[in-house]
């Protein structure tokens, strides 16, 4: 990491790829920058960030071949990233110094827009929650869960990663529609949080030894929804329980993200994958949530802002303070280290 200047008020700190990570990010994967802050120009606004969302496409956006669906970040760009800023300088007809904003300002202190990508938020009491369940990932839940699982009243939802930041949204919102919901969780400690915070019906240990058979004990009626977040060795567990006619919202596979060349392949599993899609008429879709701010994103943060402050939908966070160790908790995210959805909080 190099500074060339000392952090203070005139000061942007901004954190940028230094390497593609080989497997897990490390350290050295990232580069400090120190630069003065920038001006606004006609037309643009200037925000100081508050809240860094930390999300897994990050992780994909490190390789040197990209996802697809965005390019990936050069070697010396701008790690990106989803945040809750504050305008500090405008010169956009439509923001004043003090309006809060959800921009894609990335990892750094303050960052220039010309108000194209900026979205108004009221103030509220918790404006991280815009990164999060009225947000992002509680959007993804509600197009993944409601759009493309449809599952209905008395029928068997599983969500892995489900104390995450989208997991721990689809299964709340399941339990709305009156599905029976099954959690699979990293540990013992984010089960029962599942279960007893979240209202989940029961939540499977995925590292537990007889995790496939306490899957299936969890499933007596088979898996109607399977939202697909991990992949691995969860979605080899999952297969055999689809019930026929499932619906597979295919959300994302960070069970993967950090796989190499040098990674072992492990075992076929495509086989076992289409035999399962194919004799179980199992509707698979994957989806893009970009692709849907557009016409459903209103509609969404109306729904949720009402479950939220009804208190129907608990938002859990892990908040990590600091915008210098926003790489070391991007790490811990990946290896499901938190629960809840991780935000970094910048020094003001
Ligand atoms: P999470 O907050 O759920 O964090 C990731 C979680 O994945 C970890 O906490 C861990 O939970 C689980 N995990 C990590 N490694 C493995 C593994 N080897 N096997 C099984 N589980 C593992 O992340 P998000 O809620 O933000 O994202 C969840 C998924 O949704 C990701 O795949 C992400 O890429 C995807 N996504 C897709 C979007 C889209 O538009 N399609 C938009 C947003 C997210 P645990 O240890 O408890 O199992």
């Known amino acids: ?53 930390l999300d897994p496409y990050m992780r994909n956006l490190m390789d040197r071949i990209g996802p697809g669906y965005a390019p990936p970040v050069p070697l010396g760009g701008t ?22 904003v959800i921009a894609n300002a990335g990892w750094q202190d303050y960052s220039v827009s010309d108000g194209n990508d900026l979205l108004a938020v009221a103030d509220m009491a918790r404006p991280s929650l815009a990164l999060g369940a009225l947000g992002m990932p509680g959007f993804t839940a509600h197009v993944g869960l409601l759009d493309i699982g449809q599952p209905k009243a008395g029928e068997t939802v599983v969500v892995a990663a489900a104390t995450g930041a989208v997991g721990a949204m689809v299964g709340q919102i399941a339990k709305l529609k009156g599905a029976r919901v099954v959690g699979i969780a990293g540990g013992d400690y984010k089960c ?70 040098a990674s072992s392949p492990g075992a076929n599993q495509l086989p076992q994958f289409l035999a399962a899609i194919l004799q179980k008429r199992v509707r698979v879709q994957g989806f893009i949530i970009l692709d849907y701010y557009g016409e459903r994103f209103d509609e969404f943060r109306r729904e949720m802002g009402e479950w939220v402050n ?24 990946l290896q499901g280290r938190h629960s809840g959805k991780v935000v970094v909080r910048l020094e003001a």
Not at 23 to 47: K, M, N, Y
Not at 195 to 206: E, H, I, M, N, S
Not at 322 to 329: F, K, S, T, V, Y
């Open 79 to 100: 790690m990106p990233g989803g945040t809750v800023s504050r305008v500090v300088d405008s010169r956009h007809p439509n923001y004043r110094p003090g309006d809060l």
């Open 310 to 333: 009804h208190g129907k939908v608990k938002a859990v966070e892990h908040v990590v303070h600091g915008l210098l160790n926003a790489p070391a908790a991007l790490s811990d995210l």
């Open 192 to 261: 029962r949080q599942a279960v007893d915070d979240l209202g989940f019906d029961a939540c499977v240990d995925r590292h537990a030894p007889l995790f496939g058979e306490q899957l299936a004990a969890a499933c007596p009626a088979g898996v109607d929804v399977y939202f697909e977040n991990v992949g691995g060795d969860v979605l080899s567990a999952v297969l055999p329980l689809l019930n026929s006619g499932a619906r597979m919202p295919l959300c994302g596979f960070v069970a993967h993200y950090n796989d190499s060349a």
């Open 1 to 53: 990491m190099m500074t060339n200047l000392k952090p203070g008020p005139d000061v942007n700190r901004r954190i940028t790829l230094a390497a593609h990570p080989n497997g897990l990010p490390v350290a050295s994967d990232f580069h400090l920058v120190t630069e003065p802050v920038p001006r606004p120009g006609e037309g643009q606004v200037l925000l100081r960030t508050h809240f860094l969302s």
